[in-house]
């Protein structure tokens, strides 16, 4: 009895609002029977005779049948007019309290509870103006900074030798065009690690490095750059090769230590590489580290000037990435939100994806230079029913890639990864398909944007993609609806202002 009755408990607040007041119903429906059901048997007993009983049992029935008929009929308007309402207001207040959502409370249809909605929406009108003017404040006090951190972006951005940032357990906080180039090239399969046949190996946030460069000069180097610092209390940096991941072509770096961070084990440290170019490029002699050169080499100036800015988050620096997804908080999470445009609806009767999207959300933020987007050769005709929703047509996917292909590519951008996207079983089942084709299984963890919506709003809202879109304030334009990138973008942008509305609720 002691464990029963804490299980209880914990059962009791996992229900929601509804289902609580539906068991007290209940309740009530069962005491009043049971309440009747002893009159009927004292009354029998103080007249036991046979015609006595006919009565009482058909007394009973009938008003047993109308309390439980008046009960439930109560229930339900007490459902429809007070559970429903306190629902989706304070699904409501949630959203707008931790999704910084700015517009007025919907007509909530909550006239039966009084001035409850007039003064919640009151208070969210306060809320927002006591938003704006602290916005306007920090806007005004810091529009000097940022006028430099963007400065600073463009001179990081221009530099003409890669740099990354990395923290004390190996995973990518920073890196820079040129360091993106030397990396990986200008190839488009994002976020791929390095294969042994020489795939492409472009850097993304939380990766490991390891991913992209050879692991073992690089340890050897952070040791002894570790004992020196551990000894002297400073340590130099330190010029050293190692080859990217997958690939014979070798690169020139400087280490440099940075610091120890918050999640990090004792000792262990963050720190910075600066890729100086292949060694074809720039001779230097193969150095390891126990040695370094009397000189440091020239910079390596790339052959084409780079494009892209610097992509970062140093919040990870103080994140455990090596932590179990179960124990990490949600926002801390990294997420790969995609969507798919296809034939149409039936997986299990041949039909395929056309389009592919994805972008990733690293640290409750999407980063805007890390996108999946590609067209697919579905292998069939696309209908032109379907042609006439997402845009598609056969001459568009001639050219196109294979899903095989797609799909291999995806799993790689996608690595280490939570898949998202709205209605995700419709989605991931087209690529569940080809697993046994391509040798790869997409067991990531996965959420589902319409489950969190329903979480947060109850089950009574409408939580298709448009409705949650103009609930939370998510920009979704009719040219981008139904393109698998303006679909996944704006499902991307509902999942950061859910999460935190999800996580007030543990």
């Known amino acids: 009895m002691p464990q029963t009755l804490p299980r209880l408990h914990f059962s009791l607040r996992r229900l929601t609002l509804r289902q609580r007041i539906l068991l007290l119903f209940l309740g009530l429906a069962g005491a009043s029977v049971a309440a009747l059901c002893l009159a009927l048997y004292l009354g029998h007993a103080k007249h036991p005779s046979p015609w006595a009983m006919e009565a009482l049992i058909t007394a009973g029935v009938v008003a047993g049948c109308a309390i439980v008929g008046l009960i439930f009929g109560l229930w339900r308007l007490f459902d429809e007019n007070v559970a429903k309402p306190l629902e989706r207001l304070s699904g409501e207040l949630r959203a707008r309290v931790h ?12 006239r039966h509870l009084g001035d409850l909605a007039p003064a919640a929406t009151a ?73 042994d046949t020489g795939g492409t190996r472009l850097p993304c946030l939380g990766r490991s490095l390891f991913d992209f460069l050879e692991e073992a000069p690089l340890r050897a180097a952070l040791d002894h750059l570790t004992e020196a610092k551990a000894s002297a209390g400073v ?69 084409e000037p780079m494009t892209q800015g610097v992509v970062y988050d140093f919040e990870l620096l103080e994140r455990d990435l090596q932590e179990m997804i179960v124990r990490t908080p949600m926002q801390a999470l990294t997420y790969v939100v995609f969507d798919t445009e296809t034939t149409g609806l039936f997986p299990d ?34 209908p032109p029913s379907s042609t006439l929703i997402h845009g598609i047509s056969d001459d568009m996917v001639a050219d196109a890639p294979s899903i095989d292909e797609v799909a291999r590519q995806f799993h790689a951008f996608a690595r280490g990864a939570v898949l998202v996207a709205h209605n995700i079983d419709f989605d991931l089942s087209f690529l569940k398909r080809v697993e046994p084709r391509i040798g790869l299984r997409f067991d990531h963890p996965v959420l589902d944007t319409a489950e969190l919506s329903a979480s947060v709003f109850g089950d009574g809202e409408n939580h298709s993609l448009d409705a949650l879109a103009a609930r939370l304030g998510v920009a979704l334009p009719p040219s981008a609806r139904h393109t698998a990138l303006g679909d996944a973008t704006a499902t991307a942008d509902i999942l950061i202002k859910l999460l935190p509305a999800l996580q007030s609720r543990s």
Do not use: W
């Not at 007025?104 to 909550?110: K, P, S, T, Y």
């Not at 370094?292 to 790339?302: F, V």
């Not at 690293?362 to 069939?380: A, I, K, M, S």
């Open 349 to 382: 009767r041949g039909d395929e994806i056309v389009q592919l999207a994805a972008v990733r959300v690293v640290n409750g933020r999407r980063v805007l230079n890390e996108v999946f987007d590609t067209l697919v050769n579905p292998g069939r005709p696309i």
């Open 99 to 110: 999704a910084n959502i700015s517009t007025d409370l919907e007509d909530l249809q909550a």
């Open 235 to 303: 340590a130099a940096p330190m010029p050293l090769t190692c080859r990217l991941a997958g690939s014979e072509t070798q690169i020139t770096l400087h280490l440099r230590l940075l610091g120890e961070t918050l999640d990090s084990a004792p000792g262990a440290q963050a720190y910075l590489l600066t890729l100086l170019g292949p060694v074809e490029e720039l001779p230097l002699p193969r150095l390891t580290a126990q040695g370094a050169p009397d000189e440091p080499p020239p910079a390596h100036l790339p052959p």
């Open 123 to 195: 208070l969210m009108r306060h809320l927002n103006e006591a938003r704006n003017e602290l916005a306007e404040t920090i806007a005004r006090e810091t529009a000097r900074h940022v006028a430099e951190k963007e400065h600073l972006n463009g001179l990081l951005a221009d530099l003409p030798v890669g740099v990354i940032v990395c923290t004390a357990d190996h995973h990518l906080v920073f890196y820079n065009a040129a360091a993106r180039a030397a990396l990986g090239g200008n190839s488009e399969e994002l976020c791929a690690p390095g294969t």
